[in-house]
């Protein structure tokens, strides 16, 4: 079965620190993994997505197969990072449904 | 520019009653897709449309049904609400990989 999992539902830091937000997931084939991310009192966006290797506002992830985990890290937090950010599953081609995960809330604190 | 939108944003209905939620897109996408999201929880799938075809997901209940009469529009059908189904509901749009998302409507249930 399908599944991510993210462990944390809060996560608050420091403007300045360092933030992971941890995502694990459960899937038999080669999955597509995501970041979307929802600011406040906006609609849900993609942050980035592990085909595209990318770097997206500071943010990047990295799949680890072996860990089944997509992490997704920025060395130094920003205020307007503060938001809700999903992480997700598609099946292999990308174009299939999405699973999400619970989402964690990141605070950055000034 | 928004380019999924949803209609209404908010949305009252009273137990029993049908409600229609709406979507459209200026993406000419073909996928449309619906998730339903209650509080704390991710969004979860209810359906989606490759073009014309419909596709339910095995846990999605009877009483929520879908159409699409063009590329641009899709209606979500709500035949009998009860007290468990108010919730943000979320329309989404594809051509691939990505999904793009409207702002929602919260539908409250009294």
């Known amino acids: 079965a399908q599944r991510v999992t993210q462990p944390e539902k809060l996560l608050s830091v420091f403007k300045g620190a360092p933030v992971e937000l941890k995502c694990n997931y459960s899937?038999?084939?080669?999955?597509?993994l995501f970041w979307y991310v929802q600011y406040s009192r906006q609609r849900l966006q993609l942050l980035l997505r592990?085909?595209s290797r990318e770097s997206i506002k500071g943010f990047t992830a990295d799949l680890n197969k072996g860990e089944t985990s997509f992490h997704l890290k920025k060395p130094f937090a920003q205020e307007e990072d503060s938001a809700m950010y999903y992480c997700?599953?598609?099946?292999?081609?990308?174009?299939?449904?999405?699973?999400f995960g619970k989402g964690t809330k990141l605070t950055v604190n000034p | 520019d928004a380019m999924v939108i949803q209609n209404p944003r908010y949305q009252v209905t009273q137990f029993g009653k049908p409600v229609t939620l709406s979507c459209s897109q200026t993406?000419?996408?073909?996928?449309m897709y619906w998730y339903q999201q209650k509080s704390s929880q991710a969004p979860k799938l209810l359906f989606h449309?490759?073009?014309?075809?419909?596709?339910n997901e095995a846990d999605t209940p009877d009483n929520f049904q879908s159409r699409r009469p063009n590329t641009s529009f899709c209606f979500l059908d709500i035949r009998s609400p009860g007290l468990g189904d108010a919730a943000m509901y979320l329309c989404?749009?594809?051509?691939?990989?990505?999904?793009?998302f409207g702002p929602g409507t919260r539908l409250t249930v009294l």
């Open positions: 989404a749009t594809s051509s691939g990989i990505t999904q793009y």
């Open positions: 899937y038999s084939g080669s999955p597509e």
């Open positions: 592990h085909i």
């Open positions: 997700a599953l598609s099946g292999q081609g990308g174009s299939e449904k999405l699973v």
């Open positions: 993406l000419n996408h073909n996928v």
């Open positions: 449309y490759y073009d014309k075809d419909f596709n």
